[in-house]
């Protein structure tokens, strides 16, 4: 299937894996429902294929390097991921035949080396809770020949697929006639809350974007890094991405972590939506801004993955 964004604006780079001739799992990348809970509009991503809202970067990312001739037959991609993006690209890689290397902390859950793994991926760890150690790893492998970096964290290719893709697919689901007043969006690279905010801004200049971390480690309101619960966000550092487009944030809203795992907690009970910590702080932040904001009547957020990869650590 191929995906188009929204009529009458064609995106001036490709934002969705071309189909194979025989199809692929690729696919059937996107296209998620978007419910709404409790007031708020939730983008169900963790029902993309490898289980996160990373497959469209992964997807998009790899295509458009072999598209511009930077990513070749034989070539290894290398990447730094708390998990997500991980998984993601091994599974982009596994379909299109690349070598893969995930270089990860030390400490994320074991399920996520082991789903890398399943792809088969290499998985390296390196540091212990946050993602700054794999980092300069990947740096330095991603400068060799027969390497290929797509480097998350730092390219603008990360915002160009969330304004070019998952916006717009948000934007043709939300009921006729609304607009988006809000989007609330955790921070791993940035490249969600930044890119769909810029999609969201074109049909509503004035559309708050909200960026989301745990009070624990609250990395962009204060310079802290400390250990939190929101695996997949706050990996330790400001990264490239979300401070090029810093003067775009609206606000930032602190969650403490446990209350993100409880709310994940009982959208599994009451919903149905077995998800992991940072869906819980999505949605606890978007519904926090919905009080504190009445006149932001339409706010979008995101379920960005599965519980299952948490099922160790968080759901025994
Ligand atoms: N939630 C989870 C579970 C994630 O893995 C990520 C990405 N690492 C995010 C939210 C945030 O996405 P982004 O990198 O686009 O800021």
Redesign the pocket.
């Known amino acids: 299937m191929v995906r188009s964004p929204t009529a009458g604006t064609p995106p001036a780079v490709p934002h969705a894996p071309e189909p194979t001739a025989n199809g692929s799992i690729l696919d059937s990348i996107g296209d998620t429902p978007l419910l709404l809970i409790e007031g708020i509009r939730v983008k169900l991503e963790f029902l993309n294929p490898s289980g996160?809202?990373?497959a469209r970067?992964a997807a998009y990312m790899l295509e458009r390097a072999e598209r511009e001739g930077l990513l070749r037959p034989g070539d290894t991609v290398v990447e730094a991921?708390?998990?997500?993006?991980g998984n993601a690209m091994s599974m982009v890689a596994a379909v299109k035949g690349y070598p893969m290397l995930v270089v990860m902390p030390r400490n994320v859950s074991a399920e996520r080396a082991a789903i890398s793994r399943a792809f088969g991926a290499e998985v390296r760890t390196t540091g212990d809770f946050h993602v700054n150690d794999a980092l300069a790893t990947v740096e330095e492998l991603g400068r060799q020949p027969g390497y290929f970096a797509p480097r998350?964290?730092d390219s603008e290719w990360?915002v160009d697929e969330?304004r070019t893709w998952l916006g717009p697919e948000i934007l043709r689901q939300l009921p006729e006639h609304v607009v988006p007043d809000a989007v609330v969006?955790?921070?791993?690279?940035?490249?969600?809350?930044?890119?769909v905010g810029q999609a969201f801004r074109e049909v509503n200049p004035r559309c708050h974007v909200a960026a989301m971390e745990p009070d624990e480690s609250c990395t962009l309101a204060c310079g802290e890094v400390d250990k939190h619960l929101?695996?997949?966000?706050s990996?330790g550092f400001v990264?490239g991405?979300?401070a090029r487009h810093r003067d775009e944030i609206d606000e930032i809203i602190a969650v403490d972590s446990t209350e993100a795992l409880a709310q994940s907690r009982e959208l599994a009970r009451r919903y149905g939506l077995f998800v992991?910590?940072?869906?819980g702080g999505?949605l606890l932040a978007a519904k926090r801004l919905a009080r504190r904001r009445p006149e932001l009547r339409e706010i979008v957020t995101?379920l960005?993955?599965e519980g299952e990869k948490y099922l160790t650590e968080h759901f025994r």
């Open positions: 996160s809202i990373k970067i991921s708390s998990g997500n993006t998350q964290f990360n969330n969006g955790g921070v791993g690279t940035g490249g969600t809350v930044v890119g929101i695996e997949g966000i990996d990264p991405v979300f992991g910590p940072s869906s999505h995101f960005a993955d």
